[in-house]
């Protein structure tokens, strides 16, 4: 029989939170018996992105994460209350609303995908828009208003859900070991760190980018992987696994000694900003204000306001 | 062949006419009752009035008439002179044509406009009859609601339009359930293909959302609705106004009637006692969709009725390009924007390169385009195309596409172009011989950038204290752009950007434009464009946009002169006031003092150097304010003062005619109720403004064309904008001069008519399924890209009506629209209206903010403030009204039970004042204070925050609105921001150039 699995891509996510409004568009104000009550207005959100940042400015990278019931087949809510969260055969785990009262049912799911609806007093979630997808529409509402389909549902055997899984790397946003329906692509951008830099030189007293470099991640000495430094002699280098530990990144640039530069993967992304080959350091990316730039400022300002900017500062003083 | 002579046949036909007219007029009581007896509604309609009614030809040779009793209709033959009310026919063909009950309403108007029909008798009895009949036409529509799709499950699916994007709405006992995006079904028109580097790119056969459109449904029933008509508590129209309690005291229920007369009688004692222009009228920024019941339709046509001093709108997304870019390449039609036309194409096809500078079209959705450009930046990825991203904050386009993100100080822009500029002029890194041939005054600014003139060489060494970006990457930044074939990437669609909304924003999209002229603008794979806009759409298929003017008659101030007005034939209408407020100017105005601006003009790019003062010469300062539409308040600079301009006696009088009760209906003496476009018929096409952005659809992955059902009644007591001032005009005596007695569904009906639709699909197929899907073109009829004729010196060959001819000071459609008829990097423009303005000079410069590093308020104030423009709400749409889009935890943050706006600094920033992600602040500078949700990130860099503007209220701590000490607390961000002009002959806003300082909210729980 075909089954509901669902893909999340957070390549693709822009980060609409149409998802999330879609939600609470079909259940808030609407009750769809017997699937669900109505969903709470204001929070309690069955589906949601989280905003996630890695690095540092201006070598950040943002991503989204969404959550929502990962409809496991082997479920910690089932197990702990098996007469509560009842699984459908298409694979869909719905809350018998009528035996949902007990608010420690939200503790239940691990992901924290159960909420309580406050003002009707009873536990709830995702039902995979069940109410809809059994009166034939094709996907529910938050796959429908997903701009690139970041969401995807896939209703298929489960024998052929493994094979997609595999083709595509999909990925648990945990271990794995509930079974989730719901799985992951992309998910590095999430759950892995990265290091990123520049690459620089100097030339006839000018600092130059190193463009084209070619650099290396070595880990005990040995490259794990490789890549050029771009057009901005930056470079970026992804997916390494959180608490890696101790690492180097070796860039090579013509004539140059080549740069190793000592880094420590704990849980956050690394910058190296800015490695600049025959010694010391470039610019960083950012250059903050300093007095120079004040002056500087002065000389490009309308006479008027620069007079003014010059009493502000000596009054300061 | 019998020949009848001429004189037989007029009789004969004259008699066939009687005899029509007759036989329907002697169906009429019957067809009217029928129709009672089918329709409760109608019948109770039919008891609004008991009177007689006649209906004659003007010779009296025919006539019969009508009483009407209890909702019960009867007809007799012959002439009642005692009717009440009287229609009257000229002769027996002009009766036939109006009342055969299949007739063209062409007909109608035309017969009306020549006096061929006249109607007499008091106003409400004389509209209600007439109404009547054209109910009769609608009927089925009206009264037994067929229209729409009826779904297996019983609920009704409806369409409408939201600046979102166009929504499916589903409803089941008069209750709207959802609100969806449009799928395509098998009739609609397929999809087009882009072949682009061995790779074949099709967007999706449907339509997408922004999440303001997939909230609606919740802003509908949202429970700050005005439902009924308020009057202030305070306010007392023939006593005490209590206008120091505008926005302070509450208000109570009153009857539509009690507030209509309020407002009617207030709008005839103010022009009476002050003459024109004493009655004032603002529109605000988009917060409903439609080409009938909008603000460039019939508010138009309701205040040119009036008489009204209106509010001039700066141009406030586009600003830079409008007072500075179009100077260099013309394009003001659409206020400095560049052509559209095939740029998706060939910048997919050819270009090596993008950069998006102070672009972001993934949070404005381009312009009410939903997230129709998303996946066409998906694919730059997919083609492999390297960007760079270059805003101060790490924009969603930026977050979302990925590549590189260089991060200027705000303001300065113009400077890392400049150098940009140098290094290529210092490396023979542009296109000579295009700068050559097809642009003009290049030495001028050579000078300039080298240094010839101020011994400054504006090198990337030069602008790296300014911009804080290091030169090294600046020089590498120009290498890669002067060796490749890049697209430029400015604002949301083209040549919007908040970078042009600082202080001397024109300086940026001045540099723009310069540099894409260096490199051959109109070239394969050199050219404006953000993947945005220019898909390739049929452009030829005529459908009017909203901007288009509608009903409004008005052919001078909206874009029915090029685009509507010849083809559907209307009343025409004209503002006989021309008194104008500037709205960056409007508190001070109100308050008293006179000012003087420049007013943007979109027929030529000398128009902006017309300098208007207020008050104008015969005409009044405002004493009544008809505020219509969204708030000023959280769009636009220093906006404690919009509300300081309510409290006192200068204003005497305020009606705002709200959809919700926040920002400026908070001030007002009496509101007046309006619904949502959900509640109401209209008629529009997906993202089409038209107007000031010609062929706006151009966004989408496929033209939408769609009736907007009226897909529940309205809400409370609340009424369609257009009946609205419908009833206001009736009381002035000006029901048939508003509306030519059309109601919104017949307007939209004719509104059909005149457009292409009418060859493609019927009315009645086209309100049973809601929608259109214009085909795409075939590869061979695609739009010649942007600015190619130009690049090859051909004659302008792109689908559009503008410049006007007189804007070619050579031969017609052979140049741009400058004075050399070149790209001009030395502006003739500018440098005839003032050549030593030192803030704005003929050629481009880096002119250093104001209020920026190094200024004056530098000295007390380190951090530099952008507030862009927003991603979950437009405008002040969106925003607030207690919907769930402000559970979008990047909207609003949920701190102590009060939603507080975002507010987004460094981390490190933030560690240095002692605050931490989640904490409530307080920002502030010396125009004032606002309490926001503290996010630290690392999307800006140290020295710069970030925060959308046009939060939907403005509410103070101290409930003392405008006061000098107040602190805002519902994030009304533009509370801090400047008012000064971007640069001194523009009416443009410099918001991103603003200086603040943060601290931790020490002052306890709010809201």
Redo the contacts between chains.
Sequence with gaps: MKKFHMIIDLEKCVGCFNCMLACKDEHVGNKWLPYTEEQQKHEDKWICPTMTERGEAPYTEVTYVTRLCQHCDNAPCAKKYPDVFVKRSDGVMLIDYRKAKNKDLVDACPYGMVSWNEELGCAQKCTGCSHLIDDGWKEPRCVQTCPLRALQTVYCEDNEWDKIVEKQGLKPITDGSNKPRVMYKNLYFYNKCFVKGALCFDQDGIEEAAIDAKVELLVGGICVAQTQSDFLGEFYIDRIPKNSGKMQIRATYGEFEPIIADFEIKTKSVVLDALKFGGGSGKPAVILPNEHANEQALTHMIPKDAEAARKAFADKK | MTTLSQETLEKSLKIFNKTIVGGTLFTLDKLLNVLGGLSPKFKQELKEHNITVQLRLRDNSYGRWFTFQDGVVSGRDGINKDCIVEMIFDDEASARRVTALIRSQFDFVNAAKQGQIVLNGPDAEAMWFSSLLLKVFAFDVLYLGNYGTKM??GEMRYVTGTNGGPLFVYVKDDKI?????I?FDNEDADMWTIEARGQKLTP?KRT????YA??W??MV?SPNRCLYPMKRVDFDPDGDRHYENRGVSGYERISWDEALDIVSKEMVRVRRTYGPGSIFASTGSHHNWGSIGYYLSCAKRFFNCIGATMCMHNPDSWEGWAWGGQHHFGGSARNGGTEPYGTVEDCLKNSEFIVFWSSDP?STSGNYA??EG??RR?WINKLGI?V?HIDPY?N?TA??V?G????P?PATDS?LGIAIANVWMHEGLYDKEYVEQRTYGFEKWEEYVLGKTDG?DKTP?WQ???T??????V???A??WGTHKTYLACGSMTSFGSAGRAAFGTEWARVCVCLIAMQGLGKPGVNFGTLQYGTPLDTKFWFPGYADGGFSGDFMTSGAGVALYNRMPQTPSINSEYQAIPRLLLPEAIMGQEVTWHQLGVYSVHSQFMQLHYPAPGHERVRMYYKYGGSHMGTQPDSKRYAKQYRNDSLEFVVNQSVWFEGEARFADIILPACTNFERWDIGEFASCGGYIDKSYLQNNSRVIFVQHKCIEPLGESKADFDIFQEIANRLGLWQVYSEGNTEYDWAKRYYEATDMKRVMSWNQFIKKGYYVVPPCSEGRRDPVAFRWYAEGRKKDTPELTPLPSEYYGRYGESLQTPSGKLEFECQTLKRFDPND??RLPICT???S?E?????????YRLQLISPHSK?SFHTMGDLKDT????????RM?IDGHRYWIFRM??KDAEERGLKQGDIVEVYNDRGKVLCGLET???????ICHSYESCADYVTLENDPGGDDTTEIMGCINNLTPGRFITKHAHGLSVNSCLVEVRKWEGGKVG
């Design positions: 297996p499950n359930i959802r609100v969806t995006p799928d999706p997408t959302v922004a999440p997939q909230g449904k919740q029933y993934e939903g997230q998303t996946i998906e390297p760079v790490q969603a977050a979302f990925r590189r993100w260089i991060c100080r400077a400054i060494e790296e204290d300014i804080g970006v290091p030169a090294r990457t020089r590498a930044l290498r890669y030192e803030e880096y002119i250093h104001w920026g590093v190094g200024s004056e308020p530098y000295a007390k979950y769930c889009i402000n559970d979008i935890q990047e909207h949920l460094n981390t990130t690392e999307r800006v860099p140290q020295g």
